[in-house]
């Protein structure tokens, strides 16, 4: 009883101190910034790439001297891939390290479960790669670096449509997961207007292997092209299996697609497909191969989109507080809202009104089992 | 006299909740974000000891039960249109909450019928497949957001009606116990056949635990909604109802105090481990084993040995 007492009481004052004492003390020449990242739970290989991208444009900027004098440093704190642990994640970055700007997060879903925060505390938040519309709407401290969903699915349409000259096309979306439904609407609705036709809609959900009964049901539909909003594991095996059933027509996806794994998957069967990113590694512009490179020392890997994201929120958030020229929240939100033609490694950015970036989109073909770099749409 | 106790106590801790409603503005916004996960964890901890604890039920699909709960307090409010602090938004919140815990009993209830002729293992995995039967009719429905989440809730819920909600909880759950219900529960947990033999009706009091299990959670599940503000169906997976079920295990099953300060810490755990980044999931993983080593019968209601952590268990000897 005596020893059971003893135990317990130790452990919760153990708890107790250890939670007091992890509270960030202010420097005066510092600017405290907090990025909220999955670098836990399903989706952590994406926090992972942001939060490289972002601790590289920290590095950067502080090698250079830092802004106002002062250098930054970042506050990172891991969501486990939950809404609401992003939520207390961001209350903490917030209320008690008192940070004057919030990075993330790369899913909508947890950005949407902060963004009321910041917004109720006035604190401006740049997401790095959330596309739900939804997000930016809570509120005007709440940006993005990314496209939104009815802009990428407005370029692949245009794409399908005028690049490639096809009117029948069929989507084979995940039904599982928000970014994919999203996009798709979005596509159907610029192809019907642009005059093309939805012959067929099929859906798979996440983590499925096998797609011959959807792919049979679209190939009677006869389409031109097949439209696969979804992420690049479901999509190279899909892209796969399409071509074992004899379906040679052009396969058309999105940012989720992009990926090194895709071609690893899918192989020589990838040939004659296309996908729109926010960035390529093998863009020739002399900004991205530097990033590539530095990125490509620093980690052994070449970046992603995610980081090149990443990499873009932060330097963003930067160069508004050097504008700015303080750290006071309602300047810092009026200097982000002010961005124009910025100069990031994924193009030039400029916030709109709706506090969305307009940004020029990449698309990638997959030639002779290689990416090949096919055109870049202006906004 | 004896029987009024637990009124008392019931009145007094709705009178503290008032009591500390009027601080609440003093409290450091992440300590109270914290402090109302607690509240929620602890109402389904609570709600889960009833069906898993007392009658013996493993249940593993107490996060369905949350997401029928959330989505229907969540889809009442906003056509409602309730705006947060306005006089009407206190009765609208109880009668969705209250709404969201009947939806989420009925589901109780059809869990329920089929666990009539399972036990253990057998109940666990139907359990588990009726609660991502749950989540994925919710991940389908496009009025509900489909995947996309639900967006928008009016942020109700606070201290007030998370401790609130708790008092009446723990007040049931202790009177349920102490009565013929909880009686009952014990002899279906220990011994089915016996309990038949004696004449207790099995099957009712497997159902009425499963309802008013559901009933609860249902609840939590309205109260999280209005506290995150933003609901999707992949935070009612499975493993949210592993979470839960931890907290039960850890706090010992059918052990009501146990399980309070079990759902407290495991809630506190990730929170205090933050400082070591993304690793923390491991270090609390690491303290959930010693936790379940060092314990001796049940968290609280048994002994912290340190020596069984090298001893072998008796039944190895």
Same mark, same amino acid.
């Given at each position: 009883m005596h020893r059971r007492k003893k135990i317990l009481s130790t452990v919760i004052i153990a708890l107790v101190s250890l939670i007091i004492s992890c509270g960030q003390q202010a420097d005066q020449n510092e600017i405290l910034i907090g990025e909220y990242s999955s670098l836990t739970g399903t989706t952590a290989t994406y926090g992972l790439s942001t939060h490289r991208g972002l601790m590289m444009a920290v590095d950067e900027t502080n090698n250079a001297g830092g802004i106002l004098g002062k250098k930054i440093k970042l506050l990172t704190e891991d969501t486990q891939s939950k809404p609401e642990e992003a939520a207390t994640a961001v209350t903490k970055l917030i209320s008690r390290d008192r940070v004057v700007g919030v990075i993330g997060e790369v899913s909508s879903s947890r950005s949407l479960a902060a963004a009321p925060i910041c917004q109720a505390n006035k604190i401006p938040m740049i997401t #790095?790669?959330?596309? #739900?519309?939804e997000v930016t709407k809570k509120g005007d401290y709440i940006f993005r670096v990314c496209f939104i969903d009815p802009f990428q699915g407005e370029i692949m349409a245009k794409f399908t449509f005028n690049s490639l000259g096809l009117k029948r096309a069929a989507i084979l979306k995940d039904i599982k997961n928000d970014y994919s439904i999203g996009l798709a609407q979005f596509f159907e609705e610029s192809f019907k207007s642009l005059g093309g036709e939805i012959v067929a809609t099929q859906a798979y959900s996440e983590g499925d292997a096998d797609f011959k009964a959807q792919l049979t049901a679209l190939k009677a539909a006869n389409p031109e092209a097949v439209i696969v909003p979804g992420y690049y594991t479901e999509a190279a095996l899909i892209v796969k299996q399409a071509r074992e059933l004899n379906m040679n027509m052009p396969f058309v996806g999105g940012d989720g697609w992009d990926s090194g794994k895709l071609i690893e998957i899918g192989g020589e069967s990838m040939n004659n497909s296309y996908f729109s990113t926010a960035f390529s590694s093998d863009d020739p512009d002399p900004v991205v191969q530097n990033f590539a490179q530095k990125y490509h020392q620093l980690y052994g890997e070449k970046p992603d989109a995610l980081a090149a994201l990443g990499y873009d929120a932060g330097l963003i958030m930067f160069d508004a507080i050097k504008r700015a020229g303080v750290t006071e929240s309602s300047k810092l939100r009026d200097a982000i809202a002010a961005t124009k033609n910025f100069r990031g490694v994924t193009g030039l950015i400029t916030i709109d009104q709706h506090r969305n970036a307009l940004k020029p989109i990449v698309i990638l073909a997959v030639e002779n089992g290689k990416l090949v770099y096919k055109e870049t749409v202006q906004p | 006299m004896k029987c009024h106790l637990p009124k008392l106590y019931l009145l007094l801790s709705l009178i503290l909740c008032g009591i500390i409603l009027i601080f609440e503005?003093?409290?450091s916004p992440y300590y109270y974000q914290v402090i109302v996960y607690i509240g929620i964890n602890i109402i389904l901890a609570s709600s889960l000891n009833i069906i898993n604890g007392f009658a013996g039920q493993f249940s593993l699909g107490h996060a369905g039960f949350m997401a029928a709960g959330a989505y229907t307090s969540a889809v009442i409010t906003s056509s409602m249109h309730i705006s947060p602090g306005s006089l009407a938004s206190y009765p609208a919140f109880l009668f969705s909450l209250i709404c969201a815990g009947i939806i989420a009993s009925l589901f109780g209830l059809m869990v329920g019928i089929p666990s009539l002729r399972l036990k253990g293992d057998y109940l666990a995995i139907t359990t588990l497949g009726f609660g991502e039967i749950i989540r994925v009719i919710i991940q389908n429905l496009d009025f509900l957001g489909a995947a996309r989440g639900f967006t928008g809730i009016a942020k109700l819920s606070d201290f007030f009606w998370v401790f609130g909600i708790i008092s009446i909880l723990i007040f049931l759950v202790y009177n349920l116990i102490n009565s013929t219900y909880g009686k009952g529960f014990l002899a279906v947990r220990d011994d089915e056949i016996a309990a038949s033999a004696v004449g207790i009706d099995v099957t009712r009091y497997k159902v009425i635990a499963f309802v008013f299990g559901a009933f609860f959670a249902g609840i939590a599940g309205g109260l999280y909604a209005h506290f995150v503000t933003y609901i999707n169906p992949s935070q009612f997976g499975f493993l949210r109802s592993f979470e839960i079920v931890v907290m039960v295990v850890v706090g010992g099953m059918g052990n009501i105090i146990g399980v309070i300060i079990s759902a407290a810490i495991l809630t506190i755990l990730p929170e205090a481990l933050r400082s070591i980044a993304q690793y923390r999931m491991v270090i609390y993983a690491l303290l959930l084993v010693i936790i379940m080593l060092l314990r001796e019968g049940e968290f609280l209601g048994g002994r912290f040995n340190i020596k069984r952590l090298w001893k072998k268990s008796p039944a190895e000897t």
């Open positions: #790095n790669a959330s596309t #739900n519309p | 503005k003093n409290i």
